[in-house]
């Protein structure tokens, strides 16, 4: 069902945890099938400097969260940005049909949290 890709970002998530002091932390989820991604970022200078997630999912959510925070890491937020779920699935070399909506849980989380960190950045202001 999965290919030798997505099954490594799977049996080896990468960047999973939490930041301690991060600069942004959003939690998303689809209603649909259950899946919730808390997503932390650390941001420098519009520069994501560090990643981290918790998700409790199927394993195609487990893969794409982990191969969209390997894709953002030290990415600016602008390239951030350009994230979406169609990269993320193409990133993995592709998801079955019926997992493709994982890949936009991870794309709108990452959204999310810049989108967020912008927003409270501007109130500081």
Known sequence: MYNEKVMDHFNNPRNVGTIEE?????QVGDPDCGDTLL??????K?????????????GAAVATSSIASVMARGKSLDE???ITDKLIAKEL??????????????????RAAINEYRKSA???L
Do not use: F, T, W
């Open 22 to 26: 991060p600069s942004v932390i959003v």
């Open 39 to 44: 997503l932390s970022l650390k941001i420098k």
């Open 46 to 58: 519009e520069k994501i400097i560090d990643i981290k997630y918790k998700i409790y999912g199927c």
């Open 80 to 82: 951030a940005l350009k």
């Open 93 to 110: 070399g592709g998801l079955p049909k019926e997992k493709e909506h994982c890949s936009n849980l991870a794309a709108g989380a990452l």
């Open 122 to 124: 501007l109130k500081s």
